[in-house]
């Protein structure tokens, strides 16, 4: 450690890691003297850094400072570090960084943080219903800059009502601060003083966004929101505006000339930027493949402004009907698109394939490439699946390579079962519009086998990868997965036992496990429900150069080779298999990876969670034109305060609040996932079908309220599906799982 920080340091002083040591092994807070004293800082210069040490390891909340003025461990202290997660109703929680239950914040505790502030707290005991109960006693980091929200005008005063329901604080906005803002429109108010126990938060409008129900205003809201940068810095917009329309003949050199190969990107019908392509033949027994990919790294280069501005964002970000791209649309939509018929760089993987699926040997090779067609999943499934002949005839040339492709899918997938790998197939959905930009129907994403092609040939491409980063020993982004912790297993147990099911494994389940168990849903009526709770029991995938595999995909080496153009990671696999095939040292060291990998993983998190309160929006939005209407449902959650039931036709959820079951006392059962009245012994459980009438839609929160059904015949979604059978409107390209 001493040698670390005497690299890093003009003056080296003793390491963090020293100073947590020595309070660990005295056992007891210590002053700066006695700590400085152990320690051997000698001198008021080191003395001075020492102290600059010491201060900033308290404002990451690794020390506490005492009314005493001694230095002491949190963790000693009763206390807890972690962030802050607000609700509507004014308390919120502490979710501790280092695991472990939750520390509930009452009302006055949160009067001087808002949600998403990281704090250190103190365990103060426990509330009437056995919640551990905390004090804030120091806010370490402020999440929020920025709020975005409604603006009220009051008499000589303003103030801004967040859209995020979690943030219970009211922004006031001073006159002669207000931007401009009439009231009611959506505005972002920057924090000029954060609140404290005894004055909420103060600001100034920096924007103004638009009316309140503008068509579009839920993304915007979104957007900024989960702070997600979306206007390109001049920097950035001077930088793509360098590029030439096409590929300068002196970017081919060294590259191998795959433009005689039929080559064919397959994408939905609404895509607009096609970052792989594919081909196959016969090799021997097996198959020869090639996966071609968009040469990114070629215009993208480590420090430059586009890059700065890639990381920045981390990943495209697909709303319904927009998409806010990773990449100026010079290089998303041009350069790195493998449009037909034009010469493009790329970044190749071949494997070859024996015809049990398994890849014998691979090489990844810089190419220049030209792709022979745009097809769709849709045609290449009519075209091999149901033998459309007028498609056939239409692309005879690539009929054949097209058979190859499906015959080595059939040995992939093959493979994949063997394998043990978890294939969960959970309908996704896409939001139709109309010619005025109103939500029209939501229907289901239909997966077809050109679909599971495509996601096949990008596994192997992945997986190749993986293989080569391991083999080279180079810190890049796994793509990795763990398997369920022992409390989410026990309440899969519980879950599953509820149903007659049963997971294998004991307490190390396999992927296989899991599949097994999938396999045996698919004439279940509830197969789709317990898909879902048998999710929620994995942890998430991230990114990660501590390669640990991926377990619902039963890999040990995966990462993200595929999409460059609209994920980070990706580019950054490009950048150190570019390194390999050059023999030069990858200059990404551990600690720099496991960074990239942490943020990389946070962007994807936004993305998701900001594309997620649109979609609830929407259909929040849809469902205000059918309250009174009735539909089937099943119950996809169960509270102590109601069940949530999700409408089995349009895809749309929402909650029946416990005070609308019926005159009784519903009892919540958390163990086996229902309510049970008390006295007419009527059970709500997880899975149960139900019939429910649409009663309310709030949709400043996104909040659909139902009550159970009592009449006969549904008159909404049936109803609904008659009016909307033509299809106007159209949403931007749907995501591949993430895997």
Known sequence: MAEREAGRYEFPVPSREAVLALLSERGEPLTFEAIAEALA????????????????????????????????LPQKMDMVRGRVTGHPDGFGFLIPEEGG????????????????????????????????????????????????????????????????????HEIAIPRGEEGGARDAQIVVAQIVQPPTRRTGPVGRVVEVIGEHMAPGMEIEIAIRAHEIPHEWPPEVLDAAGRFAAEVPSEAYAGREDLRAVPLVTIDGEDARDFDDAVYCEPDGKGWRLIVAIADVAHYVHPGSALDREAYERGNSVYFPNRVIPMLPEVL???????????????????????????????????????????????????????????????????????????????????????????????????????SKRKIERIVPLERNDAHRLIEECMLAANVCAAELLKK???????????????????????????????????????????????????????????????????????????NIGHFALGYPHYTHFTSPIRRYPDLLVHRAIKDILHRRPHPVSLELARKQGEHCSLTERRADEATRDVIRWLKAEFMMDRIGEEFEGIISGVTNFGVFVELSEVYVDGLIHITALGNDYYHFDAAKHRLIGERTHKVYRLGDPIRVKVVRVDLDEARIDFEPAVSGPATGARANLRRGRSRSGKTSRPRRRRR
């Open 41 to 72: 800082v000698e001198g008021d210069r080191d003395r001075d850094a020492f102290g600059r040490r010491l201060r900033a390891m308290e404002r990451d909340g690794q020390l506490l400072k005492n009314r005493r003025g001694l230095y002491g």
């Open 101 to 168: 239950e939750d520390l509930f914040l009452p009302p006055r505790e949160m009067r001087a943080v808002m949600h998403g502030d990281r704090v250190l707290a103190r365990v103060t005991g426990v509330d009437r219903r056995g919640r551990r109960e905390g004090a804030v006693v120091e806010v370490i980091e402020r999440l929020h800059k920025t709020v975005v929200g409604r603006y009220v005008a009051a008499e000589g005063l303003g103030f801004v009502v967040s859209a995020d329901k979690r943030i219970a």
């Open 332 to 434: 998303s939509n041009v350069l790195c698109s493998l449009n037909p018929r034009v010469d493009r760089l790329c970044m190749a993987c071949e494997m070859f394939i024996t015809n049990r699926g398994v890849i014998r040997d691979y090489r990844f090779f810089q190419g220049v490439m030209r792709s022979a067609a745009r097809l769709t999943y849709t045609k290449v499934a009519d075209m091999l699946v149901k033998r459309d002949a007028a498609l056939l005839r239409e692309h005879a040339p690539l009929v054949p390579h097209l058979e190859h492709l499906y015959a080595l899918y059939k040995a992939l997938h093959a493979a994949r079962f063997k394998r043990g790998a978890v294939d969960f197939e959970l309908p996704e959905t896409k939001i139709l519009y109309d």
């Open 472 to 546: 080279h020993r180079i810190a890049a982004p796994y793509r990795i997965h763990e398997g369920p912790t022992s409390d989410k297993l026990a309440e899969l147990r519980e879950f599953l036992f509820e149903l007659g099911l049963s997971l294998g494994g004991g307490d190390s389940p396999e992927p296989q496990h899991y599949a097994k168990l999938l396999a045996g849903l698919s004439k279940r009526p509830d197969a789709r429900l317990v898909q879902t709770v048998m999710l929620r029991s994995l942890s998430q995938a991230i990114y990660s150069p501590d």
